[in-house]
């Protein structure tokens, strides 16, 4: 009894999800409707984007790396998906979708190649390119916006629109949670990747090569920063200069609360997941208990702060134990 | 029948500044256990790192079962056939043992999904031929040091190879875990397999291998099959010359205690550690790697914090926190890893020599360059260190002389206890020679030594007194006219506890 | 290349110093690159615009960057020990706030500046605890007291701000230096990397944040208190975020949540524009003044010019991936020489 405590205790996502457990009970004791069904799915709505974004951060954030262009390349790739939209209304939204996906991709590319074949650490790349892209922005919409009476219908639902009952923003981040799980757990690329981060020399010695998942991990990031970005314009229905600023921060904070180390080698996409939610409810749930919206930041950083001081706690009790353990 | 299987054709391979291998020839034939000789420095991981694609060769050839091979990447070579066991701990700490030994070459199902229960199966089985005892799904961080090693020799076996490369496999096992490897090794051996074995021990050599290459300083020096061949031959053509004066010892006037160690413990390294140090002695350290040497070292120092026990110098108990407050007390402690531990290596000669005492050396905090500039020409003069200038970078010097110049930074602290782990590991004979003529000379003029070694002929040579320890015991402490080889391996590998 | 060194004996080691390799060294060092890109922006903008080499605009120009130099200066220390802070922008704003506050409250200058710094050196205690007391890497934790510091200033102030000071309080960021045009701000700043730079270059902690930026184990098995050092930083880069906020709320006059929002960024693309290394123990403070003046008459003149402040943040971006990939190209380079030499 007391063992499977201590393992409970000792799996992060098992951990997380009675956190969130705690903290809905804790919401809807002050307002009984929190958890009704249509609120929480405009909580999951909410928090799709993140999910998918933070997806792609959690890749790079394995191999060691992270990405702080997230949020430029969500507004580089939503900004020339709206103004093609808006150029030419006719054509399919879909289509449109996988431009705005491509976009992303090479502004990925463009990261990947500055880390893995210029050598150029990631946290320097992408404050690089972090400025470069959100500059970039600002020459293709000329400063200008793409309103919602400038856009299609057609484009505006593209995160409105429903599969059976569910949100299609709601669908597609299922999704891309599925194909992550698959990729880092039963792919061999994915499996590279805790290799990379985990040691480098090692992986090395197996042929792991470096550079090639380092260019992957950008590339993959920046396909779903593409996605994220046609969603988050749709959604909103205004692609504006300033999309996403920011937003980097959120997409590491939730792999930082889902368990990722920030050192690389270890985490899973389920806890990246967990992350986001949590994010996701705690935003939802201010103005349920009457905080007002003002709250959110410092709310958002103590928790991150508080869930990484009790990750490192329960890690050394763990690592003693171990050593405790060894040699009596 | 034997027949060549890997066959290396005036290789070379250069870094910017450096030859590391030059004009190598070396062939590896198919039920044999070939050993690779040469002291640290020879080139030996270098030409491990060619066989396995880890490195390209700047120039040679590289030939398998008779035509010529190009390993772009580690994956080449493990597709050709070739596996290695890397020296240096090449895990993956954060995975499990199935996932370390299948990184690189994954089972896959037809649709190229990974196949996890092929591959805990598979581990299963290469876990019970080793005879281990472990989980296939426990992480990699939670096991020892031998485990570990055993691990990655499971994981060479995982790969179907034609060769087998084995750096240093044993360093860390216990008499019956080297046990299990010869088994194997045989059984390889019998399946006409080849291997290649790098070991410092001559005993194993001679009981496991029946060929032998020898390099020195990046070169091809000879070969030779070991059953004709004596340990005087082999050592002549590592060095270069004989062994006579490899350990200077002089002797040295063995005064009153200056440290007494009492019940000295770390949780998970080692417990109940004592032992006594007295002036102008020679302590020696021996033990296999991981049984806790360093460890005990480092806490004496002040790097890791002891559970429980006792530390008193001069007749005085001190707790020391800091290497700072060890530095105080006049210890001193030239560590295992000099590229990691010892030296700053992109910092100049000079900085490195000052860097222990750069507060106490500059008046108010500021630097005097004058001050500096007379320690490093002493301590530097004295150690005889070989550079351009006191300005130029650590890593533009060879091995040996990085380690003369911690040598030079500690000594310059003006110590009355010198730690010194691994003094010698990855040095030139020459340097190596100097080094214990001059631990010598410090222990006859009053300085109390320790001295941690794997070298056993180092502990047995230099040493007045020895310490063995075993998983994290003292397993026995045995004086110089007492000890050989016999009781201290023994002693080491816990056949025999007690005294 | 260091790992590739290893056990090399001396011998084998190839000797070269002609002159010309000497040359070679000295133009392709990252400080003469950039002096060289300085002079470049000076001469053009110069040939651009009568407007730019006016000692009047020269002067006053430096008012848009000071704050943001002067938190560049600590920022060198905490990454060249390897370290990262991305939470002095929001500790500004926290600092500002707490400005706006007492002075609501009725506080005079000098308590309000007091106040500030004091809020400053508490946020940078509270980032180093965290780091070194329980062994958290320090961008994780400056992620998590980026929103914290600026959430806990915009929960309380909300849409709200501050903007009443008092008179003499405006002296700070909006000052000259007696009857001559120089402006307060400038001249802080040039004492402040005096004293920046003469503890790098000049002193014993100087030597030993190169020690702890190239190897912390080394440095530790070498007495050298690695944490205490590196919770120092952490406090000083507090501490002259503090200063910044008092400058800055000074200069215009009013406390936002928002104040100096992305500062952090521009703070680290400085010092990493400068030459320092983001993996710790290479660089001085030479190269980093270089480059805030770089940037800084940069903006200036393409204001001047009416490009707008947009393409600035291309060529920032730019400028920062090259101070980090022209470096690299070029030991590239080198290596590449070296061993063709060795071949022949």
Not at chain 1, 94 to 99: D, K
Request: with cysteine; net charge neutral.
């Amino acid at each position: 009894m007391k063992k499977s405590i201590e393992k409970i205790l000792q799996n992060r996502e098992l951990n997380l999800v009675g956190l969130i457990i705690i903290l809905l009970i804790l919401v809807t004791i002050r307002s009984p409707r929190f958890l009704e069904l249509r609120n929480v799915e405009r909580i999951v709505n909410d928090t799709a984007i993140l999910i998918m974004v933070a997806a792609g951060q959690f890749l790079v954030i394995l191999t060691g790396g992270i990405d702080l262009s997230v949020g430029s390349t969500i507004a580089f790739s939503g900004m020339a998906a709206s103004m093609l939209n808006e150029a030419y209304p006719a054509m399919p939204v879909y289509l449109i979708l996988l431009i705005g996906v491509l976009v992303g991709t090479a502004l990925g590319a463009f990261n990947g190649s500055c880390v893995a074949f210029g050598k150029i650490p990631p946290i320097i790349t992408t404050l690089g390119t972090m400025s470069i892209f959100r500059g970039f922005t600002f020459v293709l919409s000329k400063g200008q916006w793409v309103t919602a009476h400038e856009m299609t219908s057609a484009y505006t639902m593209i995160p409105r629109g429903r599969l059976f009952g569910i949100p299609n923003l709601t669908t597609w981040a299922i999704f891309i949670f599925i194909i992550m799980y698959y990729f880092v757990k039963y792919t061999r690329h994915g499996r590279e990747i805790y290799a990379i981060g985990g040691n480098k020399t090692a992986a090395h010695f197996v042929g792991v090569s470096e550079k090639k998942v380092n260019f992957m991990v950008f590339t993959i990031s920046g396909a779903l920063c593409g996605l994220a970005g046609v969603m988050w314009t749709a959604r909103y229905a205004a692609a504006v200069n300033e999309t996403a600023t920011g937003f980097e921060l959120q997409t590491v904070a939730a792999c930082v609360l889902g368990g990722v180390s920030i050192a690389g080698g270890s985490g899973t996409i389920t806890g990246v997941l967990l992350g986001a939610l949590f994010l996701g409810i705690i935003n939802n749930a201010l103005p349920v208990v009457n905080l007002s919206p003002f709250y959110q930041m410092a709310i958002q950083g103590f928790i991150v702060l508080a869930a990484i001081v009790a990750n490192v706690l329960m890690e050394q009790r763990n690592e003693k134990k171990l050593l405790n353990r060894r040699r009596q | 029948m034997k027949k060549t299987i890997l066959e290396l054709k005036d290789i070379a391979k250069y870094f910017p500044g450096i030859k590391a291998l030059d004009n190598v020839d070396f062939t590896i034939r198919t039920g044999e256990v070939h050993a690779l000789i040469g002291e640290n420095g020879a080139g030996k991981s270098t030409l491990v790192k060619i066989m396995t694609g880890v490195y390209q060769p700047t120039k040679g050839k590289i030939l398998m079962e008779g035509s010529e091979v190009h390993f772009g990447t580690a994956h080449d070579a493990q597709a050709a056939g070739v596996a290695a066991i890397h020296q240096e701990a090449s895990m993956f700490t954060e995975l499990t043992v199935t996932e370390n030994i299948f990184m690189g070459h994954h089972l896959r199902k037809k649709g190229g999904t990974l196949d996890w229960k092929a591959m805990r199966q598979h581990t299963q089985e290469l876990l019970d031929r080793l005879e281990l005892d472990i989980n296939p799904d426990t992480l990699i961080k939670n096991l020892g040091t031998a485990q570990r090693h055993m691990v990655e020799i499971a994981k060479a076996l995982s790969v179907d190879a034609q060769l087998v490369i084995m750096d240093e496999p044993t360093s860390a096992l216990s008499l019956h875990e080297v046990e299990e490897l010869y088994k194997i090794i045989r059984q390889l051996k019998d399946e006409g397999k080849a291997i290649v074995f790098i070991s410092h021990k001559f005993d194993e050599i001679f009981e496991i291998c029946d060929y032998f290459t020898v390099f020195r300083d990046g070169q091809y020096i000879g070969e030779g099959e070991v059953a004709t061949s004596s340990v005087d031959e082999i050592v002549k053509m590592m060095v270069g010359r004989s062994l006579g004066h490899m350990f200077p010892k002089k002797e040295a006037a063995i005064g009153e205690a200056v440290l007494d160690v009492k019940g000295l413990s770390l949780p998970g390294f080692f417990k109940n550690v004592s032992f006594t140090l007295h002036k102008g002695e020679i302590l020696g350290f021996f033990g296999l790697v991981g049984a806790g040497r360093s460890e005990v070292m480092r806490t004496i120092f002040g790097i890791d914090k002891k559970s429980e026990g006792t530390i008193v110098l001069n007749g005085h108990e001190i707790h020391i926190s800091s290497p700072r407050l060890a530095m105080q007390r006049g210890i001193a402690y030239v560590p295992e890893d000099r590229q990691e531990q010892g030296a700053i290596l992109e910092m100049s000669l000079s900085h490195n020599i000052t860097l222990p005492q750069i507060d106490k050396i500059s008046p108010f905090g500021v630097l005097n360059k004058k001050t500096e500039k007379t320690i490093t020409e002493e301590f530097g003069n004295k150690m005889e260190i070989k550079a351009a200038n006191w300005k130029v970078n650590a890593n533009t010097l060879s091995g040996g002389n990085q380690q003369k110049v911690v040598l030079a930074k500690w000594l310059a602290t003006d110590p009355d206890i010198l730690i010194l782990d691994e003094p010698t590991k990855g040095i030139d004979v020459a340097t190596k020679a100097a080094v214990h003529e001059f631990v010598s000379e410090m222990a006859a003029a009053g300085l109390a030594v320790i001295l941690v070694s794997s070298e056993l002929p180092e502990v047995l040579g230099m040493a007045d007194r020895i310490v063995v320890m075993h998983e994290g015991h003292v397993s026995k402490v045995l004086n110089r006219d007492e000890a050989n080889s016999d009781n201290v391996i023994l002693a080491a590998t816990g056949h025999e506890e007690g005294m | 290349m260091s790992d590739k060194l290893k056990h090399v004996s001396q011998s084998r080691l190839i000797n070269e110093t002609s002159f010309k390799e000497r040359l070679i060294e000295t133009v392709t060092k990252w400080e003469f690159i950039l002096i060289v890109l300085f002079a470049g922006v000076v001469i053009f903008f110069s040939n651009a615009s009568p407007y730019f080499l006016n000692y009047f605009n020269l002067m006053n120009t430096t008012f848009n960057f000071m704050e943001k130099a002067i938190m560049a200066l600590p920022m060198i220390f905490v990454i060249m020990c390897g370290d990262i802070d991305i939470s002095v922008a929001s500790i500004l704003a926290l600092s500002s706030f707490a400005m706006g506050h007492a002075s609501a409250a009725g506080a005079g200058t000098p308590e309000i500046i007091l106040i500030g710094l004091c809020v400053g050196m508490v946020c940078g205690i509270f980032n180093g605890l965290l780091i070194t007391g329980l062994k958290i890497p320090a961008i994780a934790v400056t992620l998590g007291s980026q929103s914290l510091f600026r959430g806990i200033s915009q929960a309380i102030l909300g849409d709200q701000a501050y903007t009443q000071y008092p008179e003499s309080f405006a002296y700070f960021g909006q000052g000259y230096v007696g009857d001559t045009l120089i402006p307060f701000e400038l001249v802080l700043f040039l004492i402040l990397a005096a004293v920046m730079g003469f503890i790098l270059h000049k002193t014993s902690y100087g030597r030993k944040l190169y020690a702890v930026g190239n190897s912390a184990t080394a440095a530790r098995f070498s007495g050298v208190p690695v944490a205490r050092i590196r919770f120092t930083n952490m406090v000083l880069n507090g501490l002259f975020a503090g200063i910044a906020a008092v400058l800055l709320t000074s200069r215009i006059g009013s406390t936002r949540p928002n104040i100096a929002n992305g500062w952090d960024m521009e703070a680290i693309t400085l010092v990493v524009l400068g030459g320092v290394s983001i993996s710790g123990g290479k660089g001085n403070i030479f190269g980093v003044i270089i480059a805030i003046f770089l940037l800084g008459y940069l903006k200036f003149g393409m204001g001047l010019l009416n490009i707008s402040a947009r393409s600035m943040i291309i060529i920032t971006g730019f400028l920062l991936i090259a101070a980090v990939l022209i470096p690299e190209m070029l030991g590239r380079f080198k290596a590449k020489r070296k061993l063709m030499k060795q071949q022949a």
